[in-house]
């Protein structure tokens, strides 16, 4: 079976612009992650998923970033507009609710915002 | 609220010797504890979870860990470090008893390098 999928791997982009980060998580998985990854903040947590309904999303850091699961085989996290500080790897976990704590993450999306 | 600390940023070992990476937990409730490793430019990957059972567990690629909740500690060793082993390793707690399942945070991580 494939891992989880992101796209882009990479990206890089202007101050202001749009950004949107896509993620396919493992088939029959029903919880999904996004967390986010920096040298000063190490792995946080962004938002997370449970049968494509956002359980929590306190960890999301102000309006500009949103996150939706309009299925249970896509996920996307946007970014609008996007600042320099909003620099980081971005990466996207799914598991099985019947696992704790097993997550399967993806490779990441490496963000770099100018 | 749990956290985690992971004491010391940096480990390096020579191949072959033994490999410790420590970890000191904080929950209000008897915790779940992960490690996971990092290759560069991957993902993390579950390398071993401590879920109320056996304290000593061992996970993939010849780690293990042992859980002691009079240190609040959940050290992660190898008796001899292979060149692959070179990776970053982050040590988790989820506090919750597991209803999260996966709503875990996450320590700053350590860096092992290995020596030939």
């Known amino acids: 079976d494939a891992g989880v999928i992101q796209s882009p791997r990479h990206e890089v982009t202007e101050m202001g612009q749009e950004v949107t980060l896509r993620c396919k998580p493992i088939?029959?998985?029903?919880?999904l992650f996004w967390y986010r990854q920096t040298m000063m903040r190490g792995l946080e947590l962004l938002i997370y998923f449970n049968n494509n309904v956002p359980i929590d999303d306190s960890g999301m850091p102000e309006d500009r970033f949103s996150a939706k699961m309009p299925n249970a085989s896509f996920s996307t996290l946007k970014i609008q507009p996007s600042e320099p500080r909003d620099s980081a790897v971005y990466f996207c976990?799914?598991?099985?609710?019947?696992?704790?704590?097993?997550?399967?993450f993806g490779e990441g999306s490496r963000l770099t915002v100018l | 609220a749990q956290s985690v600390t992971q004491l010391g940023s940096h480990v390096s070992v020579s191949e072959g010797a033994l490999v410790l990476l420590r970890c000191n937990y904080s929950s209000s409730v008897p915790p779940y504890l992960f490690w996971y490793v990092q290759y560069p430019n991957q993902g993390l990957q579950l390398l071993l979870k401590y879920t109320s059972a056996a304290t000593l567990v061992k996970g993939i690629n010849g780690f293990e860990a042992e859980f002691k909740k009079s240190e609040t500690s959940f050290h992660l060793t190898k008796p001899s470090a292979h060149m692959s082993d070179a990776a970053e390793y982050f040590c988790?707690?989820?506090?919750?008893?597991?209803?999260?399942?996966?709503?875990?945070?996450f320590g700053q991580g350590t860096i092992l390098t290995v020596h030939p």
């Open positions: 976990a799914s598991s099985l609710s019947r696992v704790a704590g097993e997550l399967f």
């Open positions: 088939s029959g998985h029903d919880y």
């Open positions: 988790a707690v989820s506090d919750d008893g597991g209803t999260s399942y996966g709503k875990l945070t």
